[in-house]
């Protein structure tokens, strides 16, 4: 992962200098200095290209994982004609390259991302059906003065494309590089792509399955979902540098942890994984964590922490998070907390199982779920939020400390065949038509099905689903609420429809970080960017995010029995 920016003319014409703390800076200048604010990103490497005739800056900001002495951007094509800026793990680029180099006998790529240069050359936009991993990428095509930009298809790379004043667009990894200049900034959708001249550029779907708008009625093969997910592992192990895995203590996180494990040991049957997991002392997620560790035989560390700790990062949390949303914030402080400990052991790269909860129907509110069509279409919604919330999170919180996470569970081949699979196999609760059974059904029931035997202890094959934010230390949830109430006062929380229309938080803590955010990214298009994490409230769930919250959760699950 990295850190991707560019600003384009609207007109393909040079771009004026800006003024800034006195005095006027060239496009050169702009670009670095406002690439600067998401350095963290890249901290191994900045590279900058310029047009200044045609009005064209892009800016990398390199954490190097793959092709770490010859991977360097932008990239360019053998002409010169064509550069690229790429923030992405492109997995099947060996086989793309083997390709590539049927054509061009002596062609060896010097990054993973190197390929999409050489498949724009011979595909044009038609090259997003070629390439599969996680990217967000911009190209500019020197000849034709035009741009192709795109999003990989659950957002898992942070994007954001915004207009200044004078009508020139703006592309950023982050949002902060653009708020100073740009009068919109939006996300960029994911599983989108434009292509043309910065004047006339609208976004286009390029990923488009039958699952998104039908129920499907595949039924279940296990065994294939097994194998699935084991290649999906096994694509996002490719890398150059030290790597390790988090490890919650939940099945989706031990399942990588385990599965990566395997792979490994057979090229080297004395490999030991790194794993992490983050709490408090006493935490539900630490017992479980260290029996998969022991069962897996990893080198594990467990990563401590008090709730005043965590406390401490809320503003900085939030200046890197760019969001107000509570579940949000509250999900990220311990892995914020993390993620600064981990990059200090010397790892680059991390393997987490974010995705597992949106493709199977994880979270404990599903159990409300009223039929199988409202499932799915509830897990559809989500995985199509995926990158306001958990995914926001997950990346942008371990960027903040140049480290790369990968989430094999958003493998697309893999999101294909589960997102395929009819609602009735997975459903949790009493909607059990699985083997022709009405009986109670754990949530991901497939999922841990489909590994049973040696992958996990059967404690953690059967654990139920324990948000991460509750199963680091409950005291961290009940602190945070406390924390922000001392510090909002009940005049300024009447007042918080007038000062804050759009997406009115409803508690004092929500407000708290409102008003955090509102310092940072001020403004009503920035306040958009940001989607609140909600239980179906139509369901009869209640609005605190919490797992702890909900009816199914293991406190309150007799009434399910």
Not at 206 to 229: G, H
Not at 277 to 301: E, L, W
Request: charged letters at 25%; proline letters at 6%.
């Amino acid at each position: 992962m990295c850190g991707i920016f560019a600003i384009l003319s609207k007109d393909s014409q040079a771009i004026l200098p800006k003024t800034c703390c006195g005095y006027s800076q060239t496009l050169r200048e702009l670009a670095y200095r406002q690439s600067g604010k998401q350095r963290h990103r890249g901290p191994d490497e900045t590279g900058v290209a310029v047009f200044a005739e045609h009005g064209v800056a892009l800016v990398h900001e390199r954490l190097a994982v793959i092709g770490v002495k010859t991977g360097r951007q932008p990239l360019m094509s053998e002409d010169g004609n064509v550069l690229l800026v790429a923030n992405a793990e492109i997995y099947n680029y060996r086989e793309l390259s083997n390709h590539i180099a049927k054509t061009r006998p002596n062609y060896k790529p010097k990054s993973d991302c190197n390929v999409i240069v050489e498949l724009y050359e011979e595909y044009g936009e038609r090259l997003l059906g070629h390439i599969t991993g996680m990217f967000a990428f911009i190209l500019y095509d020197k000849n034709k003065k035009t741009v192709m930009i795109a999003r990989d298809p659950f957002g898992i790379m942070p994007l954001y494309i915004g207009q200044d004043l004078e009508g020139n667009l703006w592309i950023s990894s982050e949002m902060k590089c653009m708020i100073e200049y740009c009068k919109s900034v939006k996300n960029f959708p994911p599983g989108h792509f434009i292509m043309g001249y910065p004047k006339h550029l609208n976004p286009q779907p390029f990923f488009i399955r039958p699952w998104q708008t039908e129920i499907p009625n595949a039924t279940v093969d296990i065994e294939q979902l097994k194998l699935r997910l084991e290649a999906a592992v096994r694509s996002h192990l490719q890398c150059d540098v030290p790597y390790g895995a988090l490890l919650s203590g939940g099945v989706d996180s031990s399942l990588i942890a385990s599965i990566a494990t395997k792979i490994m040991r057979e090229r080297d049957p004395s490999y030991r994984l790194r794993t992490f997991s983050v709490g408090m002392i006493g935490s539900p997620d630490f017992k479980h964590a260290r029996m998969v560790a022991d069962y897996i035989g990893s080198d594990h560390t467990e990563v401590t922490f008090t709730v005043e700790e965590c406390l401490d990062g809320v503003r900085d949390l939030i200046y890197h998070l760019e969001s107000y949303d509570t579940a949000t914030v509250r999900c990220s402080l311990p892995m914020f907390y993390m993620a600064r400990y981990i990059k200090s052991t010397g790892i680059k790269m991390i393997l987490s199982g974010e995705g597992a909860d949106e493709i199977f129907g994880g979270y404990l509110y599903f159990f409300k779920a009223p039929k199988y069509s409202e499932f799915h279409k509830e897990m559809v919604t989500r995985l199509d939020q995926l990158h306001v919330s958990d995914i926001l999170r997950a990346n942008k919180v371990t960027m903040s400390k140049g480290l790369e996470l990968r989430v094999p569970f958003l493998d697309t081949s893999f999101v294909d065949y589960v997102m395929s699979v009819r609602p009735e196999d997975k459903i949790p609760g009493p909607l059990n038509c699985y083997s022709g059974v009405q009986s109670h059904r754990m949530e991901k029931y497939i999922l841990r099905k489909a590994f049973e035997g040696d992958y996990l202890p059967p404690d953690v094959l059967w654990r139920q689903k324990e948000q991460f934010s509750d199963g680091v230390g409950y005291d961290l949830i009940e602190g945070l609420p406390q924390f922000a109430t001392k510090r909002v006062t009940d005049a300024e929380f009447a007042k918080a429809p007038q000062r804050f229309p759009i997406n009115t938080p409803k508690t004092k803590e929500a407000y708290y970080y409102r008003c955090i955010f509102d310092e940072m990214f001020p403004g009503e298009a920035t306040a958009l960017t940001v989607e609140k994490w909600a239980p179906r409230l139509d369901w009869g769930c209640p609005e605190d995010p919490s797992g702890r919250a909900q009816e199914a959760h293991e406190n309150r699950l007799k009434e399910y029995l």
